[in-house]
């Protein structure tokens, strides 16, 4: 039963990350953190982000040279930002990490429900901050998503642009992270085989978000992503209270 679960989150959070360029690790994390523990899903759902990042990086190559060389000081900062996470992740008890994991999913969907208007010039510092505070997240939960999203969001991007300079970013990110996981024992062996298993899982998501790209209202499925988001962040933290 925890596998059929399992295999449901890891589709449809590949679904999501297919069709919108991030959100897979917002919804993974947390339901997969109820049934393995945080210090297990964390590294875990990070080998499924980097083979998708690869299978949507060769989908949409368009702009991929030019956008990755604009944002090196984002990617540059996520180097510092990583170790730093991953430490706070070896460090951390697991209800720590779910407390985390939870403040982190609520204050970053309301702050998009709520579409503040916020307008951020892509400025070197400003993509450092994101990149720093993205590696941070990446280290320590697995979610570097919600401070690029929250940048990108500000300045009114297309939302293949959008969707773009997201997978560049994440692709960075997660392989950087997912490196050093295996550096440090966090990715082993035994790890990599349990994996197998749910292969098909993401390769049914990564087809499912593909034909719904450009077919399914984005304001409405961003909504809808936003408040499981909303949801899962609610019931993690009260799960750290049972």
Known sequence: MISLFAFLIILAAMLVRSLTGFGSALISIPLLSLLFGAKYAIPFIMIYECIIDIMILAKDKGGLKRDTIRDWPMLAAALVGIPIGTEVLILSDDRLLKILMGSILIIFSILML????????????????????????????????????????????????????????????????????????????????FSLWFIPAMLLGFLAGSLAFGRVSEERFRRLTLGITLAAGAFLLWSTWG
């Open 114 to 193: 709520a579409n503040l208007g916020l307008k951020l010039k892509r400025s070197t510092f400003n993509s450092a901050t994101t990149g720093l505070v993205g590696g941070l997240l990446c280290g320590s939960v697995g979610m570097p998503g919600p401070p690029m999203a929250l940048l990108l969001s500000s300045q009114g991007l297309e939302k293949e642009e959008f969707r773009r300079m997201m997978v560049i970013f994440l692709t960075a990110i997660d392989f950087l992270t997912f490196g050093y996981y295996i550096l440090v024992g966090l990715v082993d062996a035994e790890m990599l085989i």
